[in-house]
């Protein structure tokens, strides 16, 4: 589906929020656009509304008295016999001075004032009429009938700004709403999503690149929904009635200016083919930065201990500099493309508009009157603002659709249903049955891995670094699942099983504990409603943690931050111990939990495993083999194999591979 598509969709689960706002909107712009409308109809109709022919009358609400008698504008006469009447004069403009003809005088032509005698010439033709000029006084009398009409229009006036600006502010309070909603709703879909997916995916995608997509990229998106969007539609709606009001006041003129659609479709066009390449590469290498300094924060203790600070910073102004030079290109495309652009096509239309009226007489009654060339050069401006605005929206058009194809992108892989079917706590009688799997295809890391475990058992796993031990782990857990063979817990095969199902009753404590913000309890529980506070308690006392977190000030309440780098290892072991245990696991595995663990408190865990594996089907990781000479079976692999198994008596007496490995170990504590 085209990521245009995509953000239309994710806009109607919210479209009676924009419904509302574009609704708002299209008010605001159709008040705006209807100001020059009132302005030009002010201008011409009462502004300059005396020069008009003028009709004998009796007195009444519009008639002006002039030299004894009494005088109607024939706009304003109701009366049929009135309008009949051939006993018409004329008020005329000469210059900055009003005139009085008591005769029909012609509006169009060129007019001169010499005495007493007014000449009108048009077409070659002259006439001449006996005028009065009109003092002040008089002009104004002849202005009074005006005035309610203009204070009307003028209140008209005003109120359509009033209008437009509440309407405007409320579409656009509707639309952030609506661009917040969607980019809430967007996030929590791209969270989730990422909460699906395999183990497999983030072996090869740095938690930076991903953070990147769930933050910066669905802000890009959300200036689609408040800036383009926005801006697209008023100028749409804006450019719409600009050109229905310009053909309503002059044909040619109007399709003139309709010039300005093609020439903007074939920049946006050609916009767009480079803009593209640009925010893909600029969108890039943001994530590649945020992987990097989210790299460099997790490893700072190991780049200051071996001095790689100058290389570090190397390299992040080499990835810098590459954002920086794309940076650089869409700038210098912007900048053509928005006040340099708009000014030049602006220009064009002005010259065309003065050739245009040029040609043209002005005054109140010729065929171009103040009021329609006011109205135009009003329109122009109110044109080239909505031009402007899209023009200027190029830019965020294209990040939104590029960071739109990266999240999407994501939402795309294929991730894993999130089942909420329960079953029963199973016994925990766990099979492999000639099991292979690899992490890459025909590469195998586990080869014909054949064992049991019965529920209540230890069982040991053994071997050097690479042999395979977390692996059998990674494939129990189903993290991932292997490619031959068949692990089978309590008889079911664990892949006709949905995931979250089987692992409710496993627990697992990680070799570098990982803890969460937030409280030890909370770590504890992962608020779980299920695990009270008491349960917690139980937990913490049952692996021993009471006696070494009892000196915190606030006890199980005591802060956590980020992976618990305030607490010891032995506390976040401990605690990453007891949150595996207050879940009361059927199968809990230990993959190496107790290597970075002093000797204090490895020896509170092993207390606590006697009571702690009754009824319960246990694995150790371990390299310590110190720490599972008690386990009922002990597997020793070697590149994949199983290569030996039994307890620690029988496999010492077997003089092979783990006896050699157990030597090893004794006579280095020895040495020591």
């Known amino acids: 589906m085209m990521t245009g598509k995509r953000l239309y969709n994710y806009a109607l689960y919210f479209k009676g929020i924009i419904i509302a706002a574009l609704t708002m909107l299209t008010v605001s712009v159709g008040a705006d656009v209807i100001g020059p409308f009132v302005a030009k109809k002010l201008i011409d109709e009462h502004i300059l509304g005396i020069e008009d022919h003028w009709l004998e009358s009796s007195q009444g609400k519009s008639s002006v008295e002039y030299e004894g008698k009494s005088y109607v504008r024939e706009l304003y006469a109701t009366d049929e016999a009135l309008v009949k009447n051939e006993n018409k004069a004329t008020i005329l403009q000469v210059d900055r001075k009003f005139y009085f003809v008591n005769d029909v005088v012609p509006f169009e032509g060129d007019r001169s004032i010499n005495g007493d005698k007014l000449s009108i010439t048009s077409k070659s033709e002259t006439k001449e009429f006996t005028a009065k000029k009109l003092s002040i006084n008089d002009t104004l009398a002849f202005y009074k009938p005006e005035i309610p009409a203009i204070t009307k229009l003028l209140a008209f006036y005003f109120s359509l700004f009033v209008i437009a600006a509440i309407f405007n502010y409320g579409q656009y309070f509707y639309l952030q709403k609506a661009a917040n909603r969607i980019i809430q709703k967007m996030r929590i879909d791209v969270f989730a999503h990422v909460q699906r997916l395999p183990i497999r995916y983030f072996d090869d995608l740095p938690a930076g690149k991903v953070v990147a997509r769930i933050t910066n990229d669905t802000e890009a998106i959300r200036e689609l929904y408040v800036a383009v969007l926005s801006n697209f539609f008023t100028g749409i709606i804006y450019i719409i009635g600009i050109y229905t009001a310009m053909?309503?006041?002059?044909?040619?003129?109007?399709?003139?200016?309709?010039?300005?659609?093609?020439?903007?479709?074939?920049?946006?066009?050609?916009?767009?083919?480079?803009?593209?390449?640009?925010?893909?590469?600029?969108?890039?290498?943001?994530?590649?930065?945020?992987?990097?300094?989210?790299?460099?924060?997790?490893?700072?203790?190991?780049?200051?201990?071996?001095?790689?600070?100058?290389?570090?910073?190397?390299?992040?102004?080499?990835?810098?500099?590459?954002?920086?030079?794309?940076?650089?290109?869409?700038?210098?495309?912007?900048?053509?493309?928005?006040?340099?652009?708009?000014?030049?096509?602006?220009?064009?239309?002005?010259?065309?508009?003065?050739?245009?009226?040029?040609?043209?007489?002005?005054?109140?009654?010729?065929?171009?009157?103040?009021?329609?060339?006011?109205?135009?050069?009003?329109?122009?401006?109110?044109?080239?603002?909505?031009?402007?605005?899209?023009?200027?929206?190029?830019?965020?058009?294209?990040?939104?659709?590029?960071?739109?194809?990266?999240?999407?992108?994501?939402?795309?892989?294929?991730?894993?249903?999130?089942?909420?079917?329960?079953?029963?706590?199973?016994?925990?009688?766990?099979?492999?049955?000639?099991?292979?799997?690899?992490?890459?295809?025909?590469?195998?890391?586990?080869?014909?891995?054949?064992?049991?475990?019965?529920?209540?058992?230890?069982?040991?796993?053994?071997?050097?670094?690479?042999?395979?031990?977390?692996?059998?782990?990674?494939?129990?857990?189903?993290?991932?699942?292997?490619?031959?063979?068949?692990?089978?817990?309590?008889?079911?095969?664990?892949?006709?099983?949905?995931?979250?199902?089987?692992?409710?009753?496993?627990?697992?404590?990680?070799?570098?504990?990982?803890?969460?913000?937030?409280?030890?309890?909370?770590?504890?529980?992962?608020?779980?409603?299920?695990?009270?506070?008491?349960?917690?308690?139980?937990?913490?006392?049952?692996?021993?943690?009471?006696?070494?977190?009892?000196?915190?000030?606030?006890?199980?309440?005591?802060?956590?931050?980020?992976?618990?780098?305030?607490?010891?290892?032995?506390?976040?072991?401990?605690?990453?111990?007891?949150?595996?245990?207050?879940?009361?696991?059927?199968?809990?595995?230990?993959?190496?939990?107790?290597?970075?663990?002093?000797?204090?408190?490895?020896?509170?865990?092993?207390?606590?495993?006697?009571?702690?594996?009754?009824?319960?089907?246990?694995?150790?990781?371990?390299?310590?083999?110190?720490?599972?000479?008690?386990?009922?079976?002990?597997?020793?692999?070697?590149?994949?194999?199983i290569v030996e198994r039994g307890n620690h008596d029988e496999l010492m007496e077997k003089k092979g591979k783990y006896y050699q490995m157990y030597q090893l170990q004794q006579g280095q504590k020895l040495g020591a």
């Open 247 to 641: 053909f309503i006041l002059d044909v040619k003129l109007a399709l003139l200016c309709m010039l300005l659609i093609p020439i903007l479709f074939a920049w946006m066009i050609f916009y767009r083919k480079y803009a593209s390449k640009y925010n893909h590469v600029i969108r890039s290498k943001v994530s590649d930065l945020n992987a990097m300094i989210n790299e460099s924060i997790q490893g700072m203790t190991i780049i200051q201990a071996f001095r790689r600070e100058k290389q570090m910073s190397a390299e992040f102004e080499e990835m810098n500099e590459t954002h920086f030079r794309y940076q650089n290109k869409l700038l210098i495309l912007n900048s053509l493309s928005s006040h340099n652009f708009v000014g030049v096509l602006k220009n064009l239309v002005f010259v065309g508009f003065i050739w245009y009226f040029g040609s043209n007489s002005l005054g109140a009654h010729s065929v171009v009157t103040i009021g329609v060339l006011y109205a135009y050069v009003d329109y122009i401006n109110r044109l080239f603002w909505p031009v402007m605005n899209i023009v200027n929206q190029f830019s965020n058009l294209e990040q939104a659709l590029v960071a739109g194809q990266r999240v999407f992108r994501l939402l795309d892989e294929q991730g894993e249903e999130v089942s909420t079917e329960r079953m029963e706590r199973y016994k925990g009688n766990v099979t492999f049955d000639h099991v292979y799997f690899g992490y890459k295809e025909n590469e195998y890391v586990l080869k014909d891995i054949n064992f049991e475990a019965n529920q209540g058992e230890t069982v040991a796993l053994v071997g050097h670094t690479g042999s395979g031990k977390s692996s059998i782990m990674n494939v129990l857990f189903r993290f991932y699942d292997c490619n031959k063979g068949e692990i089978r817990v309590d008889g079911k095969n664990i892949q006709d099983l949905p995931k979250q199902t089987l692992r409710e009753h496993m627990g697992i404590v990680l070799q570098d504990p990982y803890l969460f913000t937030g409280t030890i309890a909370s770590n504890v529980s992962l608020n779980d409603p299920r695990i009270s506070r008491e349960k917690v308690e139980a937990a913490l006392k049952a692996v021993g943690a009471d006696r070494v977190l009892k000196n915190l000030e606030k006890g199980i309440d005591e802060p956590v931050v980020e992976k618990g780098s305030t607490l010891s290892s032995g506390q976040r072991q401990l605690i990453s111990f007891a949150r595996a245990l207050a879940f009361d696991p059927a199968i809990l595995i230990l993959d190496e939990a107790t290597s970075s663990i002093d000797t204090e408190t490895e020896t509170i865990i092993q207390e606590a495993m006697d009571v702690l594996k009754k009824g319960r089907t246990t694995f150790i990781i371990a390299h310590r083999l110190s720490t599972i000479k008690n386990a009922d079976q002990i597997l020793v692999l070697d590149r994949g194999t």
